[in-house]
């Protein structure tokens, strides 16, 4: 039998007393759950004329091992737009979760929101917000299905209440940015990853493909309404804040939500 030479034997021993050990639980182990899949301990409430902690007509559920945005407790949307919030901000991070939408859209909601939802991060804390304030000052990833038109529909988009961003070099104009993706069916979990690097670059991965990427996160811009002044410093680059889940009118669920922090 061949034999190592003593001198190797060592270099191979320190070496391995040196390297990363495997956790039992698998290399999963550093993501942290946000949703214990049983209630919404943990989470907050905040919707458009509602003060803080109303979850009005229970709008967010936890259901069968997913959160629930559903409105057949409604007597009309009204404008009612909601956003339930992590309570802890996060600054550098890789987010993930997944989607899926079902029927039962609000009609009297805007037509832009039919198939519409998306995650709102780097969002102001939902504290600060007047209880007139329609969105909160944030970046939002975008989901989106297909439409009944059978037309191009891409979901994991960019979109900047109250914040600007910079896009392949430039700041950009516009308030919502198409992502790369493919069309999904109304039904159909998809998963939805974002990456974030603080106020430097931010990656979004639908299905495991990056379907878009910019950079420097600022306040700046419009579409959020009624917010307390102190809150929008525009210019202010945008290092970290809380993470939401949307609702607009249109019924959607959400699951398996982890986060690994990447500091």
Known sequence: ???????????????????????????????????????????LVKI???????????????????????????DGFKERYGHLYYQTPFSRYHLKL????????MEDAPSYTILNSGIMFHSQDPRTMPKEQDWPISIEMQ??????????RPTGNMCSPGTEIVYEGRKYDGHCLNSSSKTYPVGEWVKAELIVLGDSLITHIINGDTVLQYSKPSIGGGVANRFDPKQKTDGKPLTSGYIALQSEGQPIDFRNIALKKLD
């Open 98 to 105: 997944e989607y899926r939408f079902v029927d039962g859209w």
């Open 143 to 152: 989901l989106l299905a297909g439409l009944p038109d059978g037309k191009p």
């Open 1 to 43: 039998m061949y034999k190592l030479p003593i001198a190797a034997l060592l270099l191979m021993t320190l070496l391995s007393s040196c390297s990363p050990k495997a956790n039992k639980s698998g290399k999963d182990s550093e993501w942290i759950s946000l949703f214990n899949g049983k209630n919404l301990d943990n989470w």
């Open 48 to 74: 458009h004329h509602h003060d803080i902690g109303d979850n009005y007509g229970q709008t967010f559920r936890a259901e069968d091992g997913m959160i629930k945005v559903r409105y057949d407790k409604y």
